[in-house]
């Protein structure tokens, strides 16, 4: 399985977005006096006692409410409790138990979930005021007294929170797959690929797009090696992504990207590259993760001996800023090109998590900088005096100069495109640290 999800959800108004940011710290949402100011749910990675899980913040919950707003809120936040793993309940000590808060704990209690109930606003440090005691009421178990502000008793929430999950299930049976996720725009195949890939049925297949609403895993192991694959919810443009649940299902794809290691973006060949492509690959080219981009539905496009050059080409022009990435026609219908694929995946991978050693790195340094001269200015020239791998997913290597401003990024892409070239990096990003020589360990 993946990260578990812990929702914080409450009426409104009880401190949910300030408990949120004082958790991930950093402030993420937005935090204001009026009730619905936090309106669509928003996740951010909380490391607690050595392990990490997504956090989610929702909007406050309005049960009865006919506003069209807060019955929007109200269904985001119920698709947030759905998908939770751990709900942390949150309430107001200054307003005490109120009608809402029954009707919200009835809702939570309903969806069978583990359940937190936080008392917030407990400012005061010392004896717990009186009025806390009445929260037992809610028949949620003991509360837990919490300042969000002051960040006191946020230790004690998150314990009993971890305390419900089973952190030797996350990723259990991954270690040696290679984990895929299929990403791209809705109804581009990524469902039909994964069955083809699988020799079954394992995710719903339709022309309506957005069928697929979560990302699922699917393990398969052939000759090529041990996979998972995960197929993800279709990424819409976000002035297009009106219901809560795909709104949910589009941070669900990011974090399946987060946590892939290989992403196959699905283009259609009939409907050919969207400005919507260009931008969910720029997201797997930031993480760092390998790429591979696969055009689908290639057995329905009609053809001549020059389409696939062609349309290779445009790929080209497109993707410019991952000129790294190979391309692969496939036919998720017809099964066309599917080994190819696991090949690639295969390659890609690997590159990805090369290590080059230092002494092969400073050869190729070398024969770099005789060929092309580091630039100079006003008399100072680039010096240039040596390189090292610091990690790996994507490769990343620190390069030693005299001066960091006269490093210029035309001589930067050079030397990756040289590292590129010579260790034949096709399908990985590759990220570039400059540091002068002495800076950490102070200078002389």
């Given at each position: ?6 929702a ?51 909007g ?10 807060l ?67 809610l ?59 699988c ?35 279709g ?64 057995d ?40 190819k ?14 290590r080059?050693?230092?002494?092969r ?29 610091a ?54």
């Amino acid at each position: 399985m993946s990260k578990p999800i812990i929702a914080v959800v409450g009426r409104p108004n009880v401190g949910k977005s300030t408990l949120f940011n004082k958790l991930v710290g950093q402030r993420l949402s937005i935090v204001e006096d009026t009730p619905g100011v936090t309106r669509d749910r928003i996740y951010a990675e909380v490391e607690w006692a050595g392990h990490s899980v997504m956090m989610v913040d929702t909007g406050g919950i309005e049960p009865k409410t006919k506003d069209v707003i807060l019955s929007q809120m109200r269904r985001q936040a119920q698709v947030a409790i759905d998908t939770a793993d751990v709900i942390i309940l949150v309430a107001d000590i200054k307003t005490g138990v109120t009608a809402t808060d029954h009707d919200v704990a009835n809702m939570l209690i309903k969806s069978g979930k583990p359940i937190v109930l936080c008392v917030n606003k407990c400012d005061s440090l010392g004896e717990i005021p009186p009025d806390f005691y009445e929260f037992y009421n809610l028949g949620l178990g003991e509360p837990v007294a919490v300042s969000s502000v002051h960040g006191h008793g946020t230790g004690d929430l998150l314990d009993a929170a971890f305390s419900f999950l089973d952190f030797d299930k996350v990723d259990d049976g991954e270690s040696d797959a290679v984990k895929v996720a299929v990403i791209g725009k809705p109804n581009v195949g990524k469902s039909s690929l994964v069955n083809r890939v699988c020799g079954e049925e394992r995710a719903i297949v339709s022309d309506i797009a957005g069928t697929t609403r979560d990302a699922t895993d699917a393990a398969v192991e052939n000759q090529f090696g041990k996979f998972l694959f995960i197929d993800t919810a279709g990424i819409r443009r976000k002035s297009k992504v009106e219901e809560a649940i795909e709104r949910y299902s589009v941070l669900r794809s990011y974090m399946a990207v987060d946590r892939a290691e290989v992403c196959i973006l699905l283009i259609d060949a009939l409907e050919g590259v969207t400005e919507q492509d260009t931008k969910i690959a720029g997201y797997a080219h930031e993480q760092g993760k390998g790429c591979i981009i696969a055009v689908n539905k290639w057995d329905a496009l009609e053809k001549d001996d020059k389409t696939m050059d062609e349309f290779r080409e445009k790929l080209q022009q497109d993707f410019s800023f991952m000129s790294y990435v190979p391309f692969v026609f496939i036919s998720a219908k017809t099964g066309q090109r599917i080994d190819k694929l696991f090949e690639w995946i295969l390659y890609v991978n690997e590159q990805n998590a090369i290590r080059i050693p230092t002494g092969r790195l400073n050869d190729v340094l070398a024969y770099a900088t005789a060929k092309v001269q580091p630039p100079s200015d006003k008399g100072k020239r680039l010096r240039i005096f040596y390189m090292t791998q610091a990690s790996t997913r994507p490769p990343t290597f620190v390069t030693f100069v005299n001066n960091k401003e006269l490093f210029h990024f035309t001589y930067q892409r050079y030397l990756e495109n040289q590292i590129r070239e010579n260790f034949s990096l096709d399908g990985t990003p590759i990220r570039m640290i400059i540091r002068e020589r002495g800076q950490g360990k102070g200078k002389d």
